[in-house]
Antibody, heavy 129, light 108 residues
Framework: QVQLEQWGAGLVKPSETLSLTCAVY????????WSWIRQAPGKGLEWIGE???????NYNPSLMSRVAISVDTSKNQFTLGLTSVTAADTAVYFC???????????????????????WGRGTTVIVSS | SSELTQDPAVSVALGQTVRITCQGD??????VTWYQQKPGLAPKLVFY???GRPSGIPDRFSASKSGTSASLIITGAQAEDEADYYC???????????FGGGTKVTVL
């Protein structure tokens, strides 16, 4: 059973860089995208970005200038870096595995659905001086 | 602001059926991915697409469509179904994931 364990600094000063790591245990690191999602206090989910084992990345356009996701395939780990943080970056950060499945949606049409089926427990990050 | 719209809250009597809707102007298909989140916990995948129910998810969870809206149906809601529910879809044009704002489901 695949499990994600995540860790990182829980308190970051404004203008500094947030760094979190997520390790994958009990499953393959290949053929998936590995994602970061965050949730500000009392708010909904916000997708940050993702990377696959080949290094291909996709980022939320609203965060793209400040975010970087990297992968260490030798350790089955992936890392989130978010620069120039402000109080608005205070949130619980989750790592997750993204998979997909092709389904028949009409008699003549197929569609590929994406889902995040394994999640880390979340890390609370507070941005404060 | 979210590009997937959900009602902020809905309530259902124990054992009754509740529909949670998700609307998006650019939904390529009226089926999406659904997550359940209970306080203090990570989201949990409960349904994806038209037929995708992960192992361990009760069959009272299903998906439906109504016009251009996607829906998660809970048939015979239980007390443990009380949670926040988020819809999500892939925006392939910009290679990103979108989340709805979430619906708080209260089981009375």
């Amino acid at each position: 059973q695949v499990q994600l364990e995540q860790w990182g600094a829980g308190l970051v000063k404004p203008s500094e860089t947030l760094s979190l790591t997520c390790a994958v245990y009990g499953g393959s690191f290949s053929n998936y995208y590995w994602s970061w999602i965050r949730q500000a206090p009392g708010k909904g989910l916000e997708w940050i970005g993702e990377m696959n084992d080949s290094g291909s990345t996709n980022y939320n356009p609203s965060l793209m200038s400040r975010v970087a996701i990297s992968v260490d395939t030798s350790k089955n780990q992936f890392t989130l870096g978010l620069t120039s943080v402000t109080a608005a970056d205070t949130a619980v950060y989750f790592c997750a595995r993204r998979g997909n499945e092709r389904q028949r949606v009409t008699p003549l049409r197929f569609f590929t659905f994406h889902y995040m089926d394994v999640w880390g427990r979340g890390t609370t990050v507070i941005v404060s001086s | 602001s979210s590009e997937l719209t959900q009602d902020p809250a809905v309530s259902v009597a124990l054992g009754q059926t509740v529909r949670i809707t998700c609307q998006g102007d650019s939904l390529a298909t009226p089926y999406v991915t659904w997550y359940q989140q209970k306080p203090g916990l990570a989201p949990k995948l409960v349904f994806y697409g038209k037929t995708g129910r992960p192992s361990g998810i009760p069959d009272r969870f299903s998906a439906s469509k109504s016009g251009t809206s996607a829906s998660l149906i809970i048939t015979g809601a239980q007390a443990e179904d009380e949670a926040d529910y988020y819809c999500s879809c892939r925006d392939d044009s910009r290679s990103r994931e979108l989340f709805g704002g979430g619906t708080k489901v209260t089981v009375l």
